[in-house]
């Protein structure tokens, strides 16, 4: 079985992302990131269960798509699942990437 292990910067894009949804709804942010979670459980089981990105394809990334969420992860040879990135679907993942991990958020 699989051990997931959440980065640093995955949780942090999680968390500005439920804060902005509980700005209109506190309950629908709770229940937002209790999918995820619930989601990310099952790689435990199934880690390869995830599709691999379209911008991705010849990579080890893979992904969930939960809610209006996009969340990249890979796993390794040693059983661990490593959650990348959490981020909305509609934005795009080049921009999101050279963006938001350089510090610039």
Same mark, same amino acid.
């Given at each position: #079985?699989?051990?997931?292990?959440?980065?640093?910067? $995955?949780? $942090?894009?999680?968390?500005?992302?439920?804060?902005?949804?509980?700005?209109?709804?506190?309950? $629908?942010?709770?229940? =937002? @990131?209790?999918? @995820?979670?619930q989601?990310?459980?099952?790689?435990?089981? =199934?880690?390869?269960?995830? !599709?691999?990105?379209?911008?991705?394809?010849?990579?080890? +990334? *893979?992904?969930?798509? @939960?809610?209006?969420?996009?969340? =990249? +992860?890979?796993?390794?040879?040693?059983?661990n699942? +490593?959650? %990348? +990135? @959490? #981020? !909305?679907?509609?934005?795009? %993942? *080049?921009?999101? #990437?050279?963006?938001?991990?350089?510090?610039? !958020?």
């Open positions: #079985m699989a051990q997931i292990k959440w980065t640093e910067p $995955a949780l $942090a894009d999680l968390d500005e992302l439920a804060e902005h949804i509980a700005l209109d709804k506190p309950s $629908a942010a709770k229940k =937002f @990131v209790n999918e @995820v979670f989601a990310t459980q099952k790689l435990k089981t =199934f880690p390869e269960s995830g !599709r691999k990105p379209p911008e991705l394809e010849n990579t080890d +990334y *893979r992904e969930l798509i @939960v809610g209006p969420c996009r969340l =990249f +992860y890979r796993a390794d040879k040693d059983n699942v +490593y959650i %990348l +990135y @959490v #981020m !909305r679907s509609e934005r795009e %993942l *080049r921009l999101f #990437m050279l963006k938001d991990r350089k510090g610039n !958020r």
